[in-house]
C-alpha cells in the first residue's frame, strides 16, 4: 500500500524556518518524481515544487523560489521541503504527493506562521 | 509559467445529471493533465490522470478528455458523495491548479 506520511510542520515566527520531511513507503521511490502542494486556509490548492527521480532538477513556482528548496533522500525513502525566511501568507496545509501527476497524498502538516 | 483557467467556479446539480467541468491551458500540455477531488476537511485524492485514464478505485462515472489547451472532467450521473471541489493540474511545465469547481448535490 502507497503511505506518504508528512512530518515537520508547526508554529514559528516569520522570518524564521522549517524543514518539511514526507517519509515514503509502499511503491520504489526513487522511481517517481515527488510534489509538495499546500493549500492555505479556505483557498484553493498550490502546487509549490518538485523534483525529478533522483533530485538533479527542482522546479519552484514563483512564490518561493529562493526560500524553499525541495530535496529527497533515496536511501531513506524521503522528500523534504526547507522553507526560510517563512511569510505569514506561508500558512497553510503542505502535502506531499507522489509523481509530476500527484496520484498518490499524503494527509498533510499543518504550518502556521504567526507575525 | 503556463495558467489554468477552469470553469464554473460553482455549480449545483441534482443527483442522476451529467455534469462538466472545464480547462483551458494558457498553452499546450499535451495530456500532462490530472484532476483532482477535495472532499470538504479531506485529503485530495486524483481521480483522472494523463487527461483521460482512470485512477484505480475510481468509479467509472467519472472521465476524462481533452489535449493540447483544453480538457473537460465529466461526472455521467451525479451522485451525492460526489459533493466535493475539483481541480485541474497541469504538470507539463512544473505545477499549476485551476482554481477550483465547487460541485453541489
Known amino acids: 500500500e502507497v503511505q506518504l506520511v508528512e512530518s515537520g510542520g508547526g508554529l514559528v515566527q516569520r522570518g524564521e524556518s522549517l524543514r518539511l520531511s514526507c517519509a515514503a513507503s509502499?511503491?520504489?521511490?526513487?522511481?517517481?518524481?515527488m510534489t509538495w502542494v499546500r493549500q492555505r486556509p479556505g483557498k484553493g490548492l498550490e502546487w509549490v515544487a518538485n523534483?525529478?527521480?533522483?533530485?538533479?532538477?527542482?522546479y519552484y513556482v514563483d512564490f518561493v523560489k529562493g526560500r524553499f528548496t525541495i530535496s529527497r533522500d533515496n536511501a531513506k525513502n524521503s522528500l523534504y521541503l526547507q522553507m526560510d525566511d517563512l511569510r505569514v501568507d506561508d500558512t497553510a496545509v503542505y502535502y506531499c504527493?507522489?509523481?509530476?501527476?500527484?496520484?498518490?497524498w499524503g494527509r498533510g502538516t499543518l504550518v502556521t506562521v504567526s507575525s | 509559467d503556463i495558467q489554468m483557467t477552469q470553469s464554473p467556479s460553482a455549480m449545483s446539480a441534482s443527483v442522476g445529471d451529467r455534469v462538466t467541468i472545464t480547462c483551458r491551458a494558457s498553452?499546450?500540455?499535451?495530456?500532462?493533465l490530472v484532476w483532482v477531488q477535495q472532499k470538504p476537511g479531506k485529503v485530495p485524492r486524483c481521480l483522472i490522470y494523463?487527461?483521460?485514464d482512470l485512477q484505480i478505485g475510481v468509479p467509472p462515472r467519472f472521465s476524462g478528455r481533452g489535449y493540447g489547451t483544453e480538457f473537460t472532467l465529466t461526472i455521467s450521473s451525479l451522485q451525492p458523495e460526489d459533493s466535493a471541489t475539483y481541480y485541474c493540474?497541469?504538470?507539463?511545465?512544473?505545477?499549476?491548479f485551476g482554481q477550483g469547481t465547487k460541485v453541489e448535490v
Open positions: 498553452q499546450a500540455i499535451d495530456t500532462l
Open positions: 504527493a507522489r509523481a509530476g501527476g500527484t496520484d498518490f
Open positions: 493540474l497541469q504538470h507539463k511545465d512544473g505545477g499549476t
Open positions: 509502499g511503491f520504489t521511490f526513487s522511481n517517481y518524481w
Open positions: 494523463g487527461a483521460s
Open positions: 523534483t525529478n527521480r533522483d533530485g538533479s532538477a527542482k
